[in-house]
């Protein structure tokens, strides 16, 4: 199964600041993991991930590479590998189709991965990851780290939506 991964309040720690170097790049607890036990069950893990920071001139695709590159480091110590990321780097305004909400970045892993959306979860922490998923038919999943409790404190009913503690608590639930 393709599992589609948010980044900030999913698999490092959210700020209101951006992450805007690899040192501000902390891991939430139990996220690599997370991803580590994903990849062992044989699912594809890829990140779909809004960077507007970089629109914003707050940090360079070269500086979101080094973030990336710790990541990809830290992930190998425990033997795993993300399949593919993929982000938007443009400003809320420029009205792109890639900026989640919007489907943009979906549809590129779906061409990326060869992949039917239909058949992919999507783990995020904010309404526009669940929107963005719900658009292609993909199955939403929110987690309850970075922005996800404010999700669920501001929308009494999410229809469709799994809820999780966390990365770890999802991947358990695949397990079963």
């Known amino acids: 199964m393709l599992i589609i991964l948010d980044r900030d309040g999913v698999i490092n720690l959210e700020s209101r600041e ?71 780097p443009h400003h809320p305004d420029d009205n792109c189709l890639c900026r989640k909400p919007k489907p943009g970045l979906l549809h590129q892993i779906a061409e990326n991965m060869n992949a039917d959306l239909s058949k992919a979860m999507m783990v995020g922490d904010s309404l526009r990851d669940l929107q963005a998923a719900q658009a292609v038919n993909c199955q939403p999943v929110l987690v309850r780290t970075g922005n996800g409790e404010s999700v669920l404190k501001e929308n009494a009913e999410l229809p469709g939506v799994k809820v999780f503690v966390d990365l770890a608590s999802f991947a358990k639930s695949l397990d079963n």
């Open 18 to 88: 951006y992450i805007k170097s690899p040192e501000e790049w902390i891991p939430i607890p139990g996220s690599l993991e997370a991803i580590a036990k994903l990849k062992q069950c044989g699912h594809h893990v890829v990140i779909a991930t809004n960077q507007s920071g970089i629109a914003r001139g707050l940090y360079t695709r070269e500086i979101l590479d080094d973030i990336h590159d710790k990541m990809h480091n830290m992930l190998n110590e425990f033997g795993a590998k993300i399949d593919g990321i993929f982000y938007c």
